[in-house]
């Protein structure tokens, strides 16, 4: 496992992808926190990071596809996928060395934005004056919307041949679990079941999180969605063998 | 016995990929796998390398069955798929050392062997350049040298000399020949000369079934029921009276004034023919034999 984990970080970083990914991530997410009048923390007036966490998800709709199309497309379109499932490895090995590469890809993005809390714990007035429990709970949050995403873009790669292909199903596949739920539990409805519909959706659970509060019901929820996900790539990758 | 194949069928939906197929491969043996494009070559070697499973029937790689024990098949195997599939944007040397660690080499030991796979495979100079940049010839010499890493008992290789050139065929052709002297090879292709040229046995399958399973110098026996010969005269001319000649089976008309005559082999017509040609009148310009050739016998054993 630790070998394929070790080629897909080396093959990130050989590609152009990778760094064009974490580029247009860091610099987007730095021109809404510092630059752009309506969200940049400076005019906004209190010391806290919210617009990293609120826009972050947002651009991981896009930023985390285009890392994890290729993981299994490439494979399958090259043939290469041959090579690796006769060697003497277990196919989740395979799966779980890919999904923890694209993973770890998703923690170098989140890192450099910790320079921000270090930022506005500076800038409050007084110095300190930030929600520093909140801001790690939120941390937390995104680590693991990121991993959820993650393990739906390499299940989304492991149906197709196509990296587009691939990166629209993954895109979509996350948005939909991300707020499409949520969107649909807004729907007038005078019984409790919207209340049902929306804590399906990651929206809900990263909401809870943010608060400073980890719950277990919100971890056992992001863990089995991930659990999920992987288990149908191993599905969709064992149906050769069908 | 290092490769026993069991009356192995593979069914996909209602078609008969491979169906009750049975060989076995000694050790110390270079198995020619033939066939036409479809016989099930590929498929039967997807199964002894553990991608697919077999429907029925099993394959054994020393004493490993692929339906029990996948993984212990797969340390015994080098495999060089069909299209030599390769990670095009790594080093040379950085894909083998990638093969090595999945096959559980490491460190010293596996620098050793990627010094002497190198030499072996002739890629000393080759081997820090990309693989995007190699030619397709030293692209299949890293196939290979990616199946031998691990120095396994067993090599299954899926046509490896298609799409190169005559040179690089008999480059890759010696390489499997001197490869071959200590292990087992199975090696699948079309080409009929390639099995005459590196392999002790043939076994040769259509439309997934087993035609012809011989020793390569006995295969151009297997099919001397009749022998043939191409007649070329000045003129078109009627054969019929060739029918008083004893042996003589049928004949074809391939041009007005060529035919294909068949006999019975054990009978010599040739002098019966030019006898008749000179009563009859016939100006006969070339009378020659056709070589039952491996071509021949793979043609008609794989005619469908």
């Known amino acids: 496992m630790f070998t394929i984990f070790q080629k897909e970080i080396r093959s990130f970083l050989s590609s152009l992808i990778a760094y064009m990914v974490l580029i247009v991530f860091l610099a987007g997410i730095g021109a809404f926190v510092w630059i752009f009048p309506d969200t940049n923390v400076l005019d906004y007036g209190y010391a806290d990071m919210d617009t990293v966490f609120r826009l972050s998800p947002y651009l991981f709709l896009f930023f985390i596809p285009a890392i994890t199309m290729r993981s299994f497309a490439e494979e399958k379109k090259s043939g290469t996928i041959e090579l690796l499932f006769t060697l003497p490895v277990r196919d989740w090995e395979i799966i779980l060395g890919k999904y923890l590469a694209g993973l770890a890809l998703v923690l170098l993005a989140i890192l450099p934005t910790v320079l921000y809390y270090y930022s506005i714990y500076q800038l409050g007035e007084p110095v300190g004056n930030i929600d520093t429990a909140g801001t790690i709970g939120s941390y937390i949050g995104l680590f693991l919307l990121g991993a959820v995403f993650t393990s739906i873009g390499i299940f989304a790669s492991s149906l197709t041949e196509n990296q587009i292909t691939a990166f629209i199903l993954a895109f979509f596949l996350c948005f939909i679990i991300y707020q499409g739920f949520g969107l649909l539990a807004s729907l007038d409805d005078s019984t409790g079941f919207s209340y049902l519909v929306v804590q399906l959706g990651i929206e809900h659970h990263y909401a809870t999180i943010r608060k400073g509060l980890i719950d277990s019901r919100d971890l056992v929820y992001f863990f089995s969605l991930i659990f999920l996900m992987l288990l149908l790539t191993k599905t969709v990758l064992g149906s050769r063998k069908w | 016995m290092s490769v026993i194949v069991e009356q192995l069928s593979k069914i996909y939906g209602k078609q008969k990929a491979v169906n009750n197929v049975s060989f076995e491969v000694k050790s110390g043996e270079i198995l020619g796998f033939l066939g036409p494009n479809g016989a099930g070559k590929s498929t039967t070697m997807k199964i002894a390398t553990g991608y697919i499973p077999p429907s029925e029937g099993t394959i054994r790689v020393c004493g490993h069955d692929v339906r029990k024990d996948s993984m212990a098949v797969r340390q015994n195997i080098g495999y060089l798929p069909e299209h030599n599939p390769l990670y095009l944007e790594m080093y040379v040397k950085e894909y083998l050392q990638f093969i090595g660690n999945m096959q559980q080499i490491k460190g010293k030991k596996l620098r050793k062997r990627l010094d002497e796979i190198i030499s072996l495979c002739g890629l000393e100079r080759e081997q820090s350049k990309k693989i995007a940049q190699l030619s397709k010839g030293y692209r299949q010499r890293v196939g290979l040298a990616q199946a031998l890493i691990h120095d396994p008992p067993v090599l299954i290789l899926d046509e490896p000399t298609t799409g190169l050139d005559p040179n690089q065929i008999v480059e890759i052709r010696n390489l499997i020949k001197e490869i071959g002297r200590e292990k087992t090879v199975i090696f699948s292709t079309h080409i009929m000369q390639e099995v005459q040229a590196i392999c002790n046995r043939a076994v040769i399958i259509n ?36 029918q008083e000649i004893e042996g003589i089976l049928r004949w074809e008309q391939l041009t007005p004034k060529q035919y294909k005559v068949f006999a019975q082999p054990e009978k010599e017509v040739r002098g019966e023919i030019f006898k008749m040609a000179g009563e009859k009148g016939w100006v006969l310009l070339g009378l020659r034999q056709e070589e039952n050739s491996l071509e021949n016998i793979f043609q008609q054993l794989t005619k469908s």
């Open chain 2, 207 to 242: 439309l997934g079934e087993i035609v012809a399973d011989s020793a390569v110098s006995e295969l151009t026996n297997l099919q001397k029921s009749e022998s043939i010969f191409l007649l070329e005269f000045e003129q078109a001319v009627a054969l019929e009276p060739l």
